[in-house]
């Protein structure tokens, strides 16, 4: 079965500073989701990749999919209060539709 | 999370209890899928289907039971419930076409706690 691996599990950064995620598939990645979760609350989609070298952009987060790598990363520029939450990725590997999701990256963005 | 609704969105069950989950999603998708979340476990597969009349196996099947028996709903059944099944369960639908090119809809949750 597919696994996806997120570094780093947890992540405290200072207002204003860059930050990246990374998610490791162990198998081939056919799409590479992003999704978003407040302590509490539901799942909110950020973007989708598809293909390998696919790069993709919403306000000031920016995630790429490197498909030999099997990785994809997700880039938050001047990050803010606004952007602490937690982190997931997921992906389609299989042939059955399985969608399997890593454990998520916890952000604090202190002001 | 436009689309796909559950129900109840909090519950408190004692043990031994059974109990439904609703899900509903009116995209017309072939996939559906139950997913519970944990502290540091992520979101964790149950079951998964991927039409009216198909489902099958995640990776924590235990203690759960699902049914499809139309395209629109995907209930999830809770026979005996354990403090072990205290969680977030999310349900979850996507689109089955071009492979990985499909966004998945995501309910909104629902908290449950056995005691």
């Known amino acids: 079965s597919q696994e996806l691996e997120q570094s780093p599990q947890s992540l405290i950064v200072q207002e204003g500073k860059n930050l990246t995620i990374n998610c490791t598939s162990s198998?081939?990645?056919?799409?590479l989701y992003w999704y978003k979760q407040k302590y509490g609350e539901g799942l909110i989609f950020l973007m989708m990749?598809?293909?390998?070298?696919e790069e993709k952009s919403h306000e000031k987060i920016t995630a790429k999919l490197d498909e030999k790598k099997q990785q994809s990363s997700l880039h938050i520029t001047a990050s803010q209060p606004s952007h602490a939450g937690i982190y997931l990725c997921?992906?389609?590997?299989?042939?059955?539709?399985?969608?399997?999701f890593g454990k998520g990256t916890l952000l604090t963005v202190n002001p | 999370n436009a689309g796909v609704t559950q129900t109840p969105k909090f519950q408190v069950l004692k043990t031994g209890q059974s109990m439904t989950l609703q899900c509903a999603q009116d995209?017309?998708?072939?996939?559906m899928s139950w997913y519970r979340q944990d502290p540091g476990m992520g979101l964790r597969l149950i079951h998964y289907?991927?039409?009216?009349?198909?489902?099958d196996q995640g990776e924590v099947p235990n203690g759960y039971n699902v049914s499809r028996s139309t395209t629109e709903d995907f209930p999830l059944r809770l026979l005996s419930a354990a403090p072990s099944q205290t969680s977030v369960y999310f349900c979850?639908?996507?689109?089955?076409?071009?492979?990985?090119?499909?966004?998945?809809?995501f309910g909104e949750g629902s908290w449950l706690t056995v005691v």
């Open positions: 198998k081939t990645l056919y799409g």
């Open positions: 995209m017309n998708h072939e996939y």
């Open positions: 979850a639908s996507m689109g089955v076409g071009a492979r990985g090119g499909n966004t998945i809809y």
């Open positions: 997921g992906a389609d590997g299989g042939s059955n539709y399985k969608l399997t």
């Open positions: 289907s991927v039409g009216a009349g198909i489902t």
């Open positions: 990749l598809q293909k390998g070298g």
